[in-house]
């Protein structure tokens, strides 16, 4: 079975500063997508950036970016230029690759962007 | 945003009744689920549908029940309340593909008396 761990409850930051959201995980696959989900306060859960694990390059979406260190399992979210609508709980989540359509979520870091 | 509603929003029902959740998506997924949140914790898998008649339990043992009659409708039933079901319920889609995100309803929070 797979496990995600994200080691940081809480995090804060200041507006404009950089971040970053730590996540390992624990899988004997080798083929598998990792993912990280926001969830604002009293609003959807939306993804911010997904990783395929046989990719090496880090994926990017503007101001996001993962560092997947795939040996390590490590898949750690780096946000730049943080903004207040940041603020949300992040999760960062597994899907082994194949027929069943299921994430693995780890238990989530609350982030706080400060004015 | 996505397409995904759920109904309701909040409930807050007594020991014993029965109840439904409704979620609706309206982008033609094959894929749905329903996850479980206790506040400030992780999702867990309760159940998932591949598609029309097809419904799966999750990872996390649950009492409620689910049906697939229609590709956009994925109701969840709870045939008699208890309060160790008080939690949230969060229903999600998504496409075909492996990798394809998960679309998220925004949630039922469930209290049970």
């Known amino acids: 079975a797979q496990t995600v761990t994200q080691s940081q409850p809480e995090m804060s930051v200041q507006e404009a500063e950089t971040v970053t959201l730590s996540c390992t995980y624990d899988?004997?696959?080798?083929?598998?997508?990792l993912f990280w989900y926001k969830q604002p306060p009293s609003r959807q859960m939306i993804l911010v950036i997904r990783q395929e694990a046989y990719k090496q390059q880090n994926a990017t979406e503007n101001r996001f970016s993962v560092n997947f260190q795939k040996a390590a399992k490590s898949f750690s979210l780096k946000i730049s230029d943080s903004q207040l609508g940041d603020t949300a709980m992040y999760f960062c989540a597994f899907m082994k690759h194949g027929a069943l359509p299921k994430l693995t979520f780890g238990q989530g870091t609350i982030l706080t962007v400060h004015p | 945003e996505a397409d995904i509603y759920q109904t309701p929003r909040y409930l807050v029902i007594g020991t014993g009744k029965k109840i439904t959740l409704e979620c609706s998506q309206t982008?033609?997924?094959?894929?749905m689920y329903w996850y479980q949140q206790d506040p400030g914790m992780e999702l867990h898998l309760i159940h998932y549908?591949?598609?029309?008649?097809?419904?799966e339990k999750g990872d996390l043992s649950s009492e409620s029940t689910v049906s697939r009659i229609r590709t956009e409708h994925f109701p969840l039933t709870l045939e008699s309340a208890r309060p160790s079901h008080t939690s949230q319920y969060l229903c999600?889609?998504?496409?075909?593909?492996?990798?394809?995100?998960?679309?998220f309803g925004n949630g039922t929070r469930l209290t049970v008396t």
């Open positions: 549908s591949y598609g029309v008649n097809s419904t």
């Open positions: 999600a889609s998504s496409e075909w593909g492996g990798d394809s995100p998960l679309h």
């Open positions: 899988t004997s696959e080798s083929n598998y997508y």
């Open positions: 982008m033609g997924h094959d894929k």
